[in-house]
């Protein structure tokens, strides 16, 4: 067998074949290998004790089902070459290749006023000029500046091969059957019509299905109350290392890396000049840390992170309704009694916030329906449709978290 050709055993769709020496090359690459080390699903594992599938599951299963769309659209005869096919597995391949550790748990946070898209991008030029500009294909249909628009949308649109994987990937993880979709059935009634991407009629009701599976999954797991406090809880243990460093005390991470970005990186600063420091950055770096800070002298510290490492979490309350600030100081006075700790302290203990999903963003980008007779539809205005223009809105719940002792 030829050493261009590979296969993995994933366990979701079985065999996922790797056919070119490039995708091999990309693959091999350490800041590809380095995805094994994030979590899909951040701190949903402390939920859902199967969900800790990485970033490289995903990757590749994103990878897998972009061929499957390829090989399905060529088949009915749209116009795609070898150059371009290529670059649309290699852009999906690399779409996440920019997330930091906890993904977006701590996006914005480590790293303030960059996302991961962003720093995608930059790696994926990094990665270009290591291999003498063969991704060059790969970049304009990941910034949608080729003029094939239905390939960038299969990387990143309504209907994207990304959201399909995590949808499916995750329900399988979790044991969610909720979030399970037709992702074969999907691609199966994808097409291409004035340059976009659509759905041929038959595939009204599996869209449906599947813009219905991602709304419960947010509320079911990825918003999880549980889930939230825990990555609130994260974030609040950044922003007190940060704090403790700053105020010019002595505070050391488990490695040189998580300490460059804690003490060194400045919001001043180019992330495009340390991709390198970055791309040794990981949820190892984190979860060391934490543990390692479970015994600092800081209190606060030392509890945030203790609440991590034996999963005893803040509390969580969610409603449709802003908490009454009555409540909020209730609490506060509370837990500054029992932790001992000072008023302008107790935010980290105590805070309210608000989450939000949108089951379909017609501003967004829309899901358009092509009829026999060549006719086009939002997905929203097919007659009987389920997915009609009030579940377009956003539904907002906001959630109270506050230590329970």
Known sequence: MSSAYKIINDPVYGFISIDHPLILKIIAHPWYQRL???????????????????????????????CVALAELKHKKTDINPNE??????????????????????????????????????????LNEIFEGKLDTALAI??????????????????????????????FFTGVAEGVIGYDRIIKMLTVHDGELMVEEKGIYSIEKFLVSRRL????????????????????????????????????????????????FQSKSRIKDHLDIFCRLDDYDVMATIKNWC??????????????????????????????????????QAVCATLKIQKEDVHYF????????????????????????????????????LIQHSLSGATKKYYFCYYGG
């Not at 990825?222 to 704090?243: D, G, M, P, W």
């Not at 379909?360 to 539809?377: H, L, Q, S, W």
């Open 142 to 171: 990941f910034q949608n500046q080729h003029p094939k628009k239905f390939l960038h949308q299969l990387v990143s649109g309504q209907l994207d091969v990304d959201r399909m994987d995590y949808l499916n990937r995750d329900s």
């Open 295 to 332: 015994t600092h002298p800081d209190k606060i510290l030392s509890t945030l992170c203790r609440s991590i490492v034996e999963r005893k979490l803040l509390k969580v309350k969610l409603q449709a309704e802003p908490f009454s600030t009555e409540m909020v100081q209730a609490k506060e």
């Open 350 to 385: 105590v805070f309210t916030g608000e989450a939000s999903n949108t089951t379909y963003d017609a501003d967004d980008e829309r899901i358009n329906i092509v009829f026999k007779d060549g006719t086009v539809k939002d997905i929203s205005n097919v007659d009987n449709a």
């Open 217 to 264: 999954m947010y509320w079911q797991v990825y918003l999880h109350k549980t889930v939230l406090a825990s990555e609130q809880t994260l974030v609040k243990i950044l922003q007190r290392a940060k704090e403790i460093f700053a105020d010019g005390h002595e505070i050391n991470t488990a490695t040189p890396a998580f300490n460059f970005f804690l003490k060194d």
């Open 36 to 66: 094994r080390n994030i979590h899909q699903m951040a701190f949903a594992h402390l939920v859902y004790p199967g969900a800790v599938h990485s970033r490289l599951h995903h990757s590749l299963g994103a990878y897998h089902l972009m």
């Open 85 to 126: 096919e290529l670059g649309a597995k290699i852009a999906i391949l690399l779409h996440d290749i920019g997330h930091g550790p906890f993904s977006h748990a701590l996006e914005h946070n480590l790293i303030q006023q960059t996302g991961h898209e962003e720093i995608s991008i930059l790696i994926m030029q990094k």
